[in-house]
């Protein structure tokens, strides 16, 4: 690992891209936004492989260290199910919660009526369950949390308003059964003005508990003149109320800079739907989709993600004070 900025949080591989099209025994037209979880003593990263007629599905690959000689496996795949209305055009971005010995696989299904969140299950990643629709379209960037609160499991979820001017926010829901979701409340809004993180933000891979509560990681989306800037940050919600946000960082933490992010399908995106902490308790591996196109891996310390966000806290809500008073 060659640090390529000490000032920065994470520092990216020198291997980067870790995983691209060319890595695929057959043609493919981009792999991007992997899933990420330990199985069976490596690390398998559930990547989105987008197809040349413009579908995605998901396949697995493992690597004994997380970082170098993935093995791409298309017979551990979730394909998408051309006939389900649900994934007619393709399956994305998948975020991967244990429970147990059992993976819990949220994911967005393409349908016909547009984005929506879906669930399945395995315990081999050869072998899957559909467990259906956890939330209706348009919706995306959601996870579950590994472990449920007062007998309820919750659900991070990002849907699209119809109107959109007002912003477009990250909520949080719950269920007693996996199966009837309710109690919707925005969890996280995003900023306005010249924020970062204005207007439109998402999850990213699914919250990681702490000492000092889950650790979140969103995503931003920028709007400039030549187009959006995807940008990652971080924010700390309770242990035990999942509800209440304890903190969140007025800055982002790794924006797309390095020549792979900056160009591909989509220039400027750096998108993340899973990381993995190391045996050390410290050792944090960020996985992400590079430009729509490719898979990076950016490192960095637990402690220091957690003092991070102590020395560089944000208003956990939009100020409403006007000039002139108190
Ligand atoms: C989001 C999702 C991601 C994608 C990102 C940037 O809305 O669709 O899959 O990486 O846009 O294009």
Redesign the pocket.
Known sequence: MMPDDSRELFQRHDRNPIISASDFPHTVNAV??PGATEFDGQTLLLL?VEDRTGSSSLVVATSDDGITNWRIDPERALPRQLDLVEEHWGI??PRITRIGDEYFVVY?GYSTYG?LVLLAKTRDFMTWERCGVLQPADD??AALFPTTFDGRWALIHRPVPATPDLGTHVWLSFSPDLHYWGEPRVLLAARRGSAWDANKI?LGPPPLLTKDGWLICYHGVHQTASG?I?RLGLAMLDQDDPAKVLARSSEWVLGPSAPYEQSGD?PG?V?SCGWVLRDDGDTLHLYY?AA?SVVGVAETSLAKLLGHLETHPGPLEPSRRRLGDP
Do not use: A, L, Q
């Open positions: 991007f936004n989105r994305e971005d967005v984005p995306k960037d998402g959006s995807y989509v995106v998108f989709g729509d």
